[in-house]
C-alpha cells in the first residue's frame, strides 16, 4: 500500500517535472527564435518584404548587417540574434514567402492575452500572430483591446498576399472579414501602440 503510494508520488513528481516542458517546447519554438520572429515581422519586414527574388548584397560581411540591425532594433543585438534574422531576410528575399512559424493551435474559439503575448513586441507597439490555416469560407477574426486602441491591422498569406488592410481609431476591438480556401496560412500583423490585446475570437461569418 505505502509502496505504491510512494511509486504514484514519484510519478507525478516526474510527470510535473517533465510535462509542461514537452508541451510548451511542442507549442512555440524556444522564446529566443519565437522573439526573433515578432522582431523580424514587426520592425524589419515593414521595409523588407517587397523586395522578393532579390540578392543578398551585404555579403561585404556581417559587420556592416549588424549595425543596420541594431540601429533599426533601437539597441544592440547579440550575434546569434542577428544571424537569425539576417537567416529571416534571406528565407523571405529567396522564397517569397514568409519565415515558417508554427500558430499557437488551430484558428477556432478564442486565444486569451497570455497566449498572445509571446508575439507582442512592445517596443514597437505591434504583434506578429500566424494564425495557420483558417477554416474555408468567410471568416471572422475578432480583436478586442484593453483600451481605445490607434493603428492598423493587416492580415496576408504565406505568399505575403494581402488579404485585409483596416485602421484602429480609438477602437477598443474590431471584427475583421476575410474569404479562406481552407488550404492556405494566414498571419495577422497588427499595430496598436499601448494597447494590448485581450483576446482574438475566430467565428464563421453570418453563423
Ligand atoms: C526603414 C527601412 C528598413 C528597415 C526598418 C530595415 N531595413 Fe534592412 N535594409 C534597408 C535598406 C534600404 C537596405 C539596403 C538595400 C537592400 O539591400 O535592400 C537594407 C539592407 C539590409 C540587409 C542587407 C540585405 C542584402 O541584400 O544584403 C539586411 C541583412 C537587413 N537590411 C536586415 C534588416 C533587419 C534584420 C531589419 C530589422 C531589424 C531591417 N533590415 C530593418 C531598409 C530597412
Redesign the pocket.
Known sequence: MTGSRQLLLLLAAILTATLPAVAARAQLPDPAALAAVV??NT??????EA?CS??????SG?A??HS??????GGP?SEPQ?AA??A???HV?ETCRHYPVVPIRPARGTWLAEELAPWHNPQAGAYFIPLGKLAAGRQQIHLEFDRAADGHVRIDTDRMEIVADERLCRDGSITIEVDASGDIEHFLHLKSGQAILRRIEFRRAGG
Do not use: P, T, W, Y
Open positions: 522582431q523580424f520592425m524589419c519586414s515593414n521595409c523588407h523586395e532579390g540578392r543578398m548584397s551585404f555579403d556581417s556592416a548587417a543596420h540591425i541594431e540601429r533599426h532594433l543585438a542577428v534574422l539576417f529571416m531576410l534571406r528575399k
